[in-house]
């Protein structure tokens, strides 16, 4: 149970620092509405999320475990691969560049339109985080619930620590962002190597 906690905490940090639609919006409605404002907006992918895990949990229900152990392993290739994008990000990275163009209004629904429209979540359960859940269900249902408490909790925690840092000091919020990002990398790296080893693993026997 522990180990998908961690797992579900892992992947969700990850995943809401790495810039994209998602924390652009975020950024540019702290910067220009304060983070009262712009807070409730961190739960968008709650909402958004739902029909996407429903598809997913549908698709994956019957799959034979083979399928799921080789999915898994895709999606370690998939993490090591953001996780070699997010250290180029954490190198080069200029918030004038992840901010700019940026037109969304300052309502949640506009936030879960916007994630709603973000390839990201549908890879992300897809490829890593679907296929883990169904393990974990298998295992015990306690194990998927604690995996979706833990990346959710997570994915809202750190989306509001966003806002709250930007909202509150541009230069300050940009070294949090680029050290979180930096994080990131060892976090997704990490995640990679273990969905690999465990993917792997049911082949190897």
Do not use: H
Request: charged share 10%.
């Amino acid at each position: 149970m522990t180990s998908y906690l961690i797992l579900g905490i892992t992947f969700a940090f990850a995943a809401a620092v790495q810039p994209g639609p998602l924390q652009s919006y975020f950024i540019s409605q702290s910067l220009s509405n304060g983070w009262r404002k712009t807070l409730p907006a961190s739960f968008a992918p709650l909402i958004s999320d739902g029909p996407i895990i429903i598809l997913v949990v549908i698709l994956l229900r019957q799959a034979p475990v083979w399928l799921l152990n080789g999915m898994q392993c895709a999606g370690g290739f998939l993490l090591l691969f953001l996780a070699i994008n997010a250290y180029k990000t954490w190198r080069t990275y200029n918030f004038q560049e992840i901010n700019k163009d940026q037109s969304v209004t300052k309502t949640v629904f506009q936030a879960v339109f916007v994630n709603f429209l973000n390839p990201a979540p549908y890879l992300g359960w897809s490829l890593i985080m679907g296929p883990l859940l169904m393990k974990g269900w298998r295992e015990s249902p306690i194990n998927g619930i604690v995996l979706l408490v833990g990346f959710y909790v997570t994915l809202v925690a750190t989306s509001m620590v966003i806002i709250i840092v930007f909202a509150s000091a541009r230069k300050f919020g940009q070294r949090v962002t680029k050290t979180m990002i930096g994080l990131s990398v060892i976090a997704l790296a990490g995640f990679g190597i273990y969905q690999l080893y465990s993917g792997m693993k049911y082949f190897l026997i």
